[in-house]
């Protein structure tokens, strides 16, 4: 019954934003990490961002300095703000988040639909 729900992509020019947003809901007992992943045709599903519910992040190489993750911890919500975009950045994102759903549980990773990202001039 959880659900993650991606919203906010679209089209932008080169060097254009975009905000990203993953909504989870269901039987939530707790998240640890939270994660972006993307893929673009032909090619692997990367990590793009991760965050753990203490803050700490980490980033792929090729989106450092222009790209930011964060969590809303009450609103079961991660963001991501992509600054500077590129066209290698197009793909279709997802959302990705280790969830427990009772205290004794174990955690399971559960992914939202997708979002497409278009960088093109």
């Known amino acids: 019954q959880v659900q993650l729900v991606e919203s906010g992509g679209g089209l932008v020019q080169p060097g254009g934003s975009l905000r990203l947003s993953c909504a989870a809901s269901?039987?939530?007992?707790?998240?640890?990490?939270m994660g972006w992943y993307r893929q673009a045709p032909g090619k692997q599903r990367d990590l793009v961002a991760a965050?753990?519910?203490?803050?700490?992040?980490d980033y792929a190489d090729s989106v450092k300095g222009r790209f930011t993750i964060s969590r809303d911890n009450a609103k079961n919500t991660m963001y991501l703000q992509m600054n500077s975009l590129k066209p290698e950045d197009t793909a279709v994102y997802y959302c990705?988040?280790?969830?427990?759903?009772?205290?004794?549980?174990?955690?399971?990773?559960?992914w939202g639909q997708g979002t497409q990202v278009t960088v093109s001039s």
């Open positions: 990705n988040a280790n969830i427990r759903t009772a205290p004794l549980s174990k955690e399971y990773a559960y």
């Open positions: 965050i753990i519910t203490g803050g700490s992040t």
């Open positions: 269901g039987s939530i007992f707790s998240i640890s990490a």
